[in-house]
C-alpha cells in the first residue's frame, strides 16, 4: 500500500525573509518538507541572520528547533554561498581533477545536501524526544555538509600509507610520457556530436569493445586501470587511443558495439529530456522516496518505542539497530549516517570480508576510504546466497529496527528477503532499498538495463547535461555527486520512516535511487519545467562569481549583489566600473598582488563573500574554521554533521 | 634475477608483512604458485582455477595481466609483479 506524504499532520515554520546565501537551502528544505506532507508556514520567531532556523512539530512532540548554520564555529560569520562554500571545502579541487584546475560544480550541492540532513536531524531530534531525550535542537552547518562529501576523497588524501595526491590521481605512465598530451576522461564524444557515458563493472566488456574498434590490448588495459579506479579518484587519464578510436564512428554504430559486447552506454542528457520521461513529475512530487507499508498482517507491539537511553551522550536512534547489506557508497555512506544518529549498525560482507577493504590507500591496515563510509559499524560475514546465511538475516532482522540493503533489482525476491519476508517475521520493521534507478523490481524499465552507477546515472537524469551548463565542457562530474546525495537521501527515508512508526504505529518501506536524489538536486529546475510555483524564495544569480589566481593559492569571490561589487572595488581600489571592460583586467592584475590567505581576512573585514579554494584537501585539517569538523589520525575522519542539545 | 612481487597491504599479514618478496617463475602463476610455496593461504586470496579473482588485479611492470595472457602471462628476470585491490563501480 502507497504511502504518500508519511509526515503529514506535522508542521514546519520557517523565517519570512531569508538572506540571498541561504536561499537554495530553504528552497530545497521547503521542497523536501511540502514533499513528505508536512505543513510549512512563516514564523517571526525564525527571523536571524546569522542562522537559518525552523521549528518543527509533529502531533506528538513540541516544537524541535532546525538551525542551519554557514560554518561549524559560531563565530565566524563571513557570509557563504554555494561557491564560496565548494571552494572552502575542496570540492571544487576533486571535481576539477578533470580539468586539472579547481572548478565550480555548477550545481546547489551542497545547499542542498545542508537542507537534506537539516531537515533528517530535526525529525531525528522530534525521535529522541519521542523516545524521551530531552533534546530540543538539531543544528547543521553548511561547512559540515561539504566535508561530508568529500570524506572518503579526504580519508585518500591523508591516509597513513601512500595518500593519494590530486596530480598523482590526474595522471598515469601513459599520459606523462606524452609530451604536450592532456588528460583524457569520459564523458565521450562520438564522430556526429553525442556525448555519452559508457559503464562496465567487468574487464570483459571493456575488453571486447575496444578490441572491436581496434585498439590494442596494452592501451585497453591502461585504460581499464583508469577507468576502474575513478570512482575512488575523480580522475580517468585514458590513453589517447580510446577517445580517438571513438570519435571515428558515430554513436549508431558504437551502441551496436556496446550491445555486441556488452558494454552499458547512455547518452548525456539535458534536465529538459529527463523531465519528459514518464516517471519524471511523479518522483519530483514525492520528493526522492517512495513509501509503502503492508495494510494486513501482524501489527507492530510498539516495543520500538523503548527509551533513547539516560546518557547525556545519547543521541536520537541510540538503542536502535540497523541491518545493512550494502556495497560502495551510497548504501553505505546510509548505515554510516544513521550510526552518526547513535543506531548501531550491523553491516552484512561476504565471507572473508568485504573487497573493498583491500583497496588502497590504506590506514592501519584497512582501505582509509573504505573506513570513512564504516568505521563506526560491526560486521557479520554471511553467505546471503546460503539457506543457513538466509535464515541469520531473518533472525537478525526479527530483532532489528531496520533492515537496508542496495542488490540489484530482483534479488531480494530471488532470496526470499523482500520487504514482504521480513515484514512478516518483523511488522515494525523499516525495510529500506537504496537503488540505482528508481525501481527495485526486475521487471524492464529502459534504465535498469545499464548499471546504476553513478555517472551513469548523472548522464541519463540530466545532472551531467547541467555541470556542462556550468562550464564543465563536456559535462558530468567524476565526483560521486549522486552517490553521496543518494547516501543522504537513503538515511532520510529510514529516519523519516522511523518517525512516521512512532507516530501511526506501522513499519514501511521506503525506496530511493541515484535517479531520485538527482530530482532532488535539480528540484527548481524541474519545477520551472512544470511551470509550478516556488515553494520559497528563488535565489538569483551573482553580479561576480569566479576563482582567481593570487600570489600564493587561489581565490574564490563572489558579489551577489551591486554593493557588494562596490565594497570589492573599494577594497582593491579599482575605479573602473564593472561595465567597463576593463574591470575584469584589473581584477586579474590585482589579485596576484598577495596571498589567497591575505586577501580571504581583508574581504571578511570588507563583508566580501570569498574562500581560499583549497586544492590540497590534507591542507583542511589544518585550517581553523574547519578543524572542529574533521578527527585527524591514521586518516582524517569527517565527523558526524549534525549537534543536538 | 629473480621476480619481485609487490605485496598489497591487505595480504601482508601472510608473508610476514613483508612489502615486496622475490620468487623465480617463468609465469604469473609460477610465481603465485612459488609464493604459495613459501606463504601459505596467499595463493586462493589471488585466483581461482585459472583465473583472478574479480577484485584483485594483477601487472606485470604496469600491463594488467587480463589484457595479455592472464596467468599465463610470461615473465623475464627483473619483472615487477604489482597485485592491487580494487572494486569497480559506485
Known sequence: ?645 | MPITISIPTILRPLTGNQKRIEVDGSSVLDAIERMEQRYPGVKEKLITGDQAHRFVNIYVNDNDIRFSEGLSTRLTDGDLLTILPAVAGG
Open chain 1, 1 to 645: 500500500m502507497s504511502m504518500n506524504q508519511p509526515l503529514t499532520g506535522c508542521v514546519m515554520k520557517g523565517p519570512k525573509n531569508i538572506t540571498p546565501d541561504f536561499a537554495p537551502i530553504a528552497a530545497s528544505f521547503l521542497y523536501q518538507s511540502q514533499a513528505l506532507g508536512i505543513q510549512t508556514s512563516a514564523n517571526e520567531n525564525c527571523a536571524g541572520d546569522d542562522a537559518l532556523c525552523f521549528e518543527f512539530e509533529t502531533p506528538r512532540t513540541a516544537p524541535v528547533i532546525c538551525e542551519i548554520t554557514r560554518w561549524e564555529d559560531p563565530s565566524r560569520q563571513a557570509t557563504v554561498s554555494e561557491n564560496i562554500m565548494q571552494a572552502a571545502c575542496g570540492l571544487m579541487s576533486v571535481h576539477g581533477r578533470t580539468h586539472r584546475q579547481p572548478k565550480p560544480l555548477g550545481l546547489n550541492y551542497i545547499s542542498t545536501l545542508t537542507a537534506a540532513l537539516a531537515l533528517q536531524g530535526s525529525i531525528a531530534a522530534s525521535i529522541g524526544r519521542l523516545r524521551g531525550l530531552p533534546v530540543s535542537s538539531s543544528t547543521v552547518s553548511m561547512a559540515a555538509a561539504g566535508l561530508l562529501s568529500m570524506s572518503q576523497y579526504i580519508a585518500g588524501a591523508s591516509a597513513s600509507e601512500s595518500p593519494e595526491t590530486a596530480e598523482a590521481a590526474e595522471t598515469t605512465e601513459t599520459t606523462r610520457s606524452l609530451p604536450g598530451s592532456s588528460p583524457t576522461c569520459p564523458p565521450f564524444v562520438s564522430l556526429d556530436g553525442v556525448i555519452f557515458e559508457l559503464e562496465t563493472l567487468d574487464t570483459g566488456p571493456w575488453q571486447k569493445f575496444w578490441a572491436e574498434l581496434g585498439v590494442g590490448s596494452a592501451a585497453a588495459g591502461k585504460g581499464w586501470r583508469a577507468f576502474l579506479l575513478r570512482y575512488a579518484r575523480a580522475a580517468a587519464p585514458l590513453p589517447d587511443e580510446l577517445p580517438l578510436a571513438i570519435s571515428k564512428l558515430t554513436y549508431h554504430r558504437i551502441s551496436q558495439i556496446c550491445a555486441k559486447t556488452g558494454m552499458a552506454i547512455c547518452p548525456v542528457r539535458s534536465i529538459d529530456d529527463r523531465a519528459q520521461d514518464d516517471d519524471a513529475r511523479q518522483i519530483w512530487q514525492q520528493g526522492p522516496w517512495s513509501f509503502s507499508s503492508f495494510s494486513s498482517g501482524p501489527k507492530p507491539n510498539g516495543e520500538y518505542l523503548r527509551p533513547a537511553g539516560a546518557l547525556p551522550e545519547d543521541l536520537p536512534l541510540s538503542g536502535f539497530t540497523v541491518i545493512e547489506s550494502c556495497r560502495r557508497i551510497q548504501g553505505p555512506l546510509a548505515g554510516h549516517l544513521l550510526a552518526l544518529l547513535g543506531a548501531t549498525v550491523i553491516r552484512i560482507e561476504p565471507p572473508g570480508g568485504d573487497p573493498l577493504r583491500g583497496m588502497p590507500p590504506m590506514a592501519e591496515g584497512c582501505s582509509a576510504r573504505f573506513q570513512a563510509l564504516n568505521r563506526l559499524k560491526t560486521v557479520r560475514e554471511i553467505d546471503i546466497k546460503s539457506a543457513a546465511g538466509k535464515t541469520e538475516i531473518r533472525e537478525l532482522a526479527r530483532h532489528a529496527d531496520v533492515f537496508l540493503h542496495n542488490w540489484a533489482p530482483g534479488k531480494a525476491v530471488l532470496l526470499n528477503l523482500d520487504y514482504g519476508d521480513l515484514a512478516a517475521i518483523n511488522p515494525s520493521l523499516v525495510y529500506a532499498y537504496a537503488g540505482g534507478w528508481a525501481t527495485d523490481c526486475a521487471e524492464h524499465v529502459s534504465s535498469n538495463s545499464m548499471p546504476g552507477t553513478d555517472f551513469m546515472a548523472q548522464a541519463y537524469s540530466g545532472v551531467a547535461g547541467k555541470v556542462a551548463g556550468g562550464g564543465s565542457r563536456r559535462g558530468g562530474s567524476l565526483f560521486t555527486v549522486l552517490d553521496v546525495l543518494g547516501g543522504v537521501v537513503a538515511a532520510q527515508g529510514i529516519t523519516i520512516a522511523l518517525l512516521n512508526r512512532c507516530m501511526n504505529n506501522a513499519g514501511a518501506k521506503v525506496t530511493s535511487s541515484l535517479m531520485s536524489a538527482a530530482t532532488l538536486l535539480c528540484a527548481e529546475d524541474f519545477r520551472d519545467i512544470y511551470s509550478l510555483p516556488a515553494s520559497g524564495p528563488k535565489p538569483s544569480t551573482s553580479i561576480i562569481n569566479e576563482i582567481y589566481a593570487t600570489r600564493q593559492g587561489r581565490i574564490a569571490v563572489e558579489c551577489p549583489d551591486m554593493d557588494t561589487v562596490l565594497r570589492l572595488a573599494e577594497v582593491l581600489d579599482i575605479t573602473a566600473g564593472i561595465e567597463n571592460k576593463g574591470f575584469q583586467r584589473c581584477l586579474s592584475e590585482v589579485f596576484p598582488l598577495r596571498t589567497a590567505n591575505e586577501w580571504v581576512e581583508l574581504f571578511q573585514h570588507a563583508g566580501i563573500p570569498s574562500a581560499v579554494v583549497i586544492e590540497d584537501l590534507a591542507d583542511l585539517q589544518t585550517l581553523t574554521h574547519l578543524q572542529s569538523g574533521l578527527t585527524p589520525g591514521s586518516y582524517t575522519q569527517v565527523n558526524s554533521p549534525w549537534r543536538f542539545k
